[in-house]
Nanobody, 127 residues
Framework: VQLQASGGGLVQAGGSLRLSCAAS????????IGWFRQCPGKEREFVAV????????YYADSVKGRFTISRDRAKNTVHLQMNNLKPEDTADYYC?????????????????????WGQGTLVTVSS
């Protein structure tokens, strides 16, 4: 599986961006696709995840109510709609695939649950 993330950019606080993650290769119905983000000098942190088949979702508390993850199975693409952006949302955003299937939140939030990673797309939110 290869992943291509896009949609990052510069936006003012309170604005919106929509990230996309296009997957090539077979995406099994048991897979989950997640978004993570990383600031320089910090660890990569979980943002959101979606179950490829059932559409179940789970969000980090810091983005709940502002970000929405969705999937387009016909286009093998996952989107992350980010609204009411804050300066602290500034980071490189990465999408990733786990073949482990839907799991507990504790498992889904871990980076080592995910075997395939795309390149980052930079989101910068100015105050």
């Amino acid at each position: 599986v290869q992943l291509q993330a896009s949609g990052g950019g510069l936006v003012q606080a309170g604005g919106s961006l929509r990230l996309s993650c296009a997957a090539s290769g077979r995406i099994s119905s048991s897979y989950v696709i997640g978004w993570f983000r990383q600031c320089p000098g910090k660890e990569r942190e979980f943002v959101a995840v979606i179950n490829w088949s059932g559409g179940d979702t789970y969000y980090a508390d810091s983005v709940k109510g502002r970000f929405t993850i969705s999937r387009d199975r016909a286009k093998n693409t996952v989107h992350l709609q980010m609204n009411n952006l804050k300066p602290e949302d500034t980071a490189d955003y990465y999408c990733a695939v786990s073949t482990w299937g839907w799991n507990t939140a504790q498992i889904l939030k871990k980076t080592n649950t995910y075997e395939y990673w795309g390149q980052g797309t930079l989101v910068t939110v100015s105050s």
